[in-house]
Nanobody, 123 residues
Framework: VQLQASGGGLVQAGGSLRLSCAASGRTFSTYNMGWFRQAPGKEREFVAMINWIGNNNDHAESVKGRFTISRDNAKSTVYLQMNNLKLEDTALYYC?????????????????WGQGTQVTVSS
């Protein structure tokens, strides 16, 4: 599967963005999808994940209550709605995919990665 992330940009603190990740191929509905982010000088970290059918998901503690992951299998797209953005949310955001039957939290769990979309939050 090939992944294309979009929707990043410059936003003021407290604002919102919605990231999208479009997947190619006809088997999108069989993949669990995740969002990760990487700030300058830091390791890539887990943000959110949703299972293949969309009935199970999880979010990092740092974004719970502010970010929401969702998917539309008919459009082969996964979304990350980000509200109440904070300065510390500034990072390059990546979408990722893998098959499997549970929630996956680490970079090494995912086989397929998009190119990243930059989110910059200003004060």
């Amino acid at each position: 599967v090939q992944l294309q992330a979009s929707g990043g940009g410059l936003v003021q603190a407290g604002g919102s963005l919605r990231l999208s990740c479009a997947a190619s191929g006809r088997t999108f509905s069989t993949y669990n999808m995740g969002w990760f982010r990487q700030a300058p000088g830091k390791e890539r970290e887990f943000v959110a994940m949703i299972n293949w059918i969309g009935n199970n998901n999880d979010h990092a503690e740092s974004v719970k209550g502010r970010f929401t992951i969702s998917r539309d299998n008919a459009k082969s797209t996964v979304y990350l709605q980000m509200n109440n953005l904070k300065l510390e949310d500034t990072a390059l955001y990546y979408c990722a995919a893998r098959t499997g039957g549970r929630i996956y939290y680490t970079v090494n769990d995912y086989a397929y990665w998009g190119q990243g979309t930059q989110v910059t939050v200003s004060s």
